[in-house]
């Protein structure tokens, strides 16, 4: 059985490729809505830590949202991740970087209360 982490992977990957397509953002946004069901549980079990490990991982989507979902954890090891994505010039991942690393500095995207 799959761990809660390489489910978030796994759906992270599959979310990335529906964006890039960009043909049927419906289903995409309902991936998102499951990639959050998972963080949700991830952060109610104490499993989100794990997200850390993914900062590595070979796709920057990956990184991207495992940076994003780590900020209130901790800002700066979230923040030089979202640097780093943003720095790599990548084709819509680093944009995405750049404006959640904005959100999350306004205080405008919070996970946890």
Known sequence: MATNKEI??????????MIRKGNNPNAAN???????????????????????D??????LAVQLGAAAHTFELDSARATK?????????QPL?????????QELQNGK?????
């Open 54 to 59: 993914l900062y590595e991982d070979e796709s």
């Open 93 to 101: 991942t680093s944009m995405s970087a750049f404006y959640t690393l």
């Open 8 to 17: 978030y992977r796994q759906l992270i990957c599959e979310w990335d490729a």
């Open 81 to 89: 991740k979202l640097e780093d994505i943003i720095a790599a010039k």
């Open 109 to 113: 995207l919070r996970l946890r209360s």
């Open 30 to 52: 309902a991936h998102y809505d499951m990639i959050m069901e998972v963080v949700r549980g991830m952060i109610d079990s104490g499993e989100d830590i794990q997200l850390f």
